[in-house]
């Protein structure tokens, strides 16, 4: 079973091609960092500008570089239920732990399609999927009475709940129990989701500190709140600070301040404003990491 803090890593890129060295020691930070799980080709990896061969590649490199160390979580969602299956038959292959599969994006499809999109990859596949909903990015919510239909399926193990909102989350718990894996997918929401059974978090904070967004999961399984509630809080600013602009331009913005990447992102994404990077760089001082 999924648990504790899972980190969707960025994808560095160097003069607009993927910067695989600096991959490899992003994910042996993040390891360092007693992170419980990656997750290569999310949204915060930019998944959706990546070729078809860029996304394969870096779930590769990802898979290679962890050593089984920690699940491997690869994105291999897509607003096509064809490129979707595609990708997840391809993490499977490569050796992949478990596959993240967001809700079809754009297209908008109804409850009953969302499930016949992921019933067709669950009958091809084998590999354990996490379903991922977060309506903001994607223009569909992938309602709690779906999920419990979807988790009739054996290899559909857990949702990456990003709604924001608690009692979609609660609802999911109600519907579907433990028969499927409760994270949250967002940073704010990672303690609270906890305390009503979710098992962890799928986090972009994480990429920066790794170790506190993992000491806050180990506190809450340890019984020890008080911890896991003061390293919320610690983090707090952080995570306001990671949506200073659209994700992952902070996080990469913030990697490059630490001197780990380039933080060149996409178009059409674009380099953060100089006055948002000014709050941001302060927020990295305050925190001590500058």
């Not at 599969?101 to 596949?125: A, F, R, V």
Request: one cysteine or more; hydrophobic letters at 40%; a neutral charge.
């Amino acid at each position: 079973m999924l648990k504790g803090a899972i980190t969707a890593i960025v994808t560095p890129f160097k003069n607009g091609a993927f910067d695989e060295e600096a991959y490899r020691q992003l994910i042996e930070f993040q390891i360092q960092g007693g992170i419980h799980g990656i997750v290569p080709c999310g949204t915060t990896g930019e998944s959706a500008t990546l070729s078809h061969d860029e996304h394969k590649r870096v779930v590769e490199v990802c898979i290679d570089q962890v050593k089984k160390r920690v699940p491997v979580v690869a994105g291999t969602g897509s607003n096509s239920t064809a490129e979707a299956l595609e990708f997840t038959k391809h993490a499977e292959a490569a050796g992949a732990d478990y596959a993240l599969m967001i809700t079809p994006y754009y297209n908008k499809p109804t409850q009953e399609g969302l499930y016949q999109h992921y019933k067709t990859i669950c009958q091809q596949t084998k590999i354990p999927i996490v379903v991922y909903n977060v309506p903001s990015r994607t223009g569909v919510n992938l309602l709690p009475e779906t999920v419990a239909r979807l988790a009739e399926f054996p290899n559909i193990v857990g949702i990456k709940e990003a709604t924001g909102d608690l009692k979609q989350g609660a609802k999911v718990m109600e519907l579907c129990g433990d028969r499927i894996t409760l994270l949250s997918g967002d940073d704010f929401t990672a303690l609270p989701l906890l305390a009503i059974g979710g098992q962890g978090v799928i986090s972009v904070v994480s990429n920066i500190v790794p170790g506190d967004m993992a000491s806050m999961c180990n506190a809450y399984f340890n019984g020890d709140l008080d911890k896991a509630r003061q390293l919320h809080y610690k983090m707090w600013p952080l995570m306001e600070a990671m949506f200073y602009e659209t994700n992952p331009a902070p996080a990469k913005t913030a990697l490059k301040l630490l001197g780990k990447i380039t933080g060149e992102v996409r178009q059409p994404l674009c380099s953060m404003s100089s006055a948002n990077e000014e709050k941001l760089r302060q927020v990295l001082q305050k925190y001590g990491l500058l």
